[in-house]
């Protein structure tokens, strides 16, 4: 059914089967894909005297962000130091926000607030 995707070599992350009785949603958990990975998922039904769906039906989704991002090996870094200033560089390995803070060397680190 599904399958062709293996023959043609595009080896999907998962495949499988299950039972479903008419007018019943029926719920599968899948798992084991990235952040943010982009996917399509093929559907397609066969019923109990053998007849089967002339095409898969296709659903694409994106996977939810359950990971913060990451600061870059060699960031967060300072560039251009001058007497009254100073340029913070940051990259990410995802879209982000960076919050930031400048304060006396000898404070104490500032609490991360996933509030704000």
């Known amino acids: 059914m599904v399958t062709r995707a293996c023959e043609r070599g595009w080896g999907p992350s998962v495949e499988g089967t299950t039972s479903a009785a008419a007018d019943v949603e029926v719920s599968v ?19 109990g005297a053998g007849n089967l ?40 390995n995802e879209a982000g926000t960076v919050h930031y803070a400048v304060l006396p060397q000898t404070s104490d680190a500032p609490t991360v607030n996933p509030k704000s």
């Open 29 to 47: 958990t899948l798992s084991g894909f990235t952040d943010n990975e982009v996917l399509s998922v093929f559907v397609a039904a066969r019923d």
């Open 53 to 92: 769906q002339g095409a898969a039906t296709k659903l694409d989704l994106i996977m939810g962000d359950d990971s913060p991002p990451l600061f870059e090996t060699g960031f967060p870094a300072a560039d251009e130091i001058r007497a009254h200033s100073f340029e913070l560089l940051v990259t990410l």
